[in-house]
């Protein structure tokens, strides 16, 4: 389907947007304050453990799935990068914050994550390295939404699964 030069504008607003916030992230990561040691400590503080696998993983899906994102290129696989840490990032660090990112909250990743969501959904549109591929039409629609949803939320989960060991209040660790 041949879409008009306004949703291919809206589409690539919104791919470069979610895609370059979340690589920004994870660049953070790498070259900020305490760069990949400072972010294995926190990860460590919040129960991801080994803290340091954790930064270098978490690190490296937010650039590398947001970039993805970004260009458009697998995209629906992109999409599902974003919500996996975003699901990882809203139950380790801010669901018992309440909703606002003011206090912590919610509210941030579920944006990410909805908004990969439907960009996944719709799909990256003409102006993406999908389209240039001609897999575009194969990877959105309803194959887009649950290779997102299913593939992010599914990686979020295993991931604590396998990582995620927080320190137990009443034990005294």
């Not at 809203?90 to 994550?113: A, C, D, M, P, Q």
Request: hydrophobic share 50%; charged share 10%.
């Amino acid at each position: 389907m041949e879409l008009t030069t306004d949703a291919n504008l809206a589409l690539l607003i919104l791919r470069v947007v979610v895609g370059l916030t979340l690589a920004a992230h994870g660049w953070n990561k790498f070259t900020g304050g305490g760069k990949i040691p400072g972010t294995g400590r926190w990860f460590d503080s919040i129960g991801m453990r080994p803290g340091r696998l954790n930064a270098y993983l978490a690190a490296s899906t937010e650039v590398g799935a947001g970039l993805l994102l970004a260009v458009g290129l697998l995209h629906s696989f992109a999409a599902a990068g974003v919500i996996g840490v975003m699901t990882v990032a809203g139950w380790t660090s801010h669901r018992s914050n309440g909703f606002f990112i003011i206090k912590e909250g919610w509210e941030y990743v579920f944006v990410l994550s909805a908004a990969a969501l439907v960009s996944a959904t719709t799909g990256p549109g003409e102006w993406s390295i999908d389209e240039g591929l001609g897999i575009a039409t194969d990877l959105d629609g309803m194959t887009g939404f649950w290779i997102a949803l299913l593939v992010g939320v599914g990686g979020g989960i295993g991931q604590m699964l396998t990582f995620y060991r927080p320190s137990s209040v009443a034990s005294g660790d």
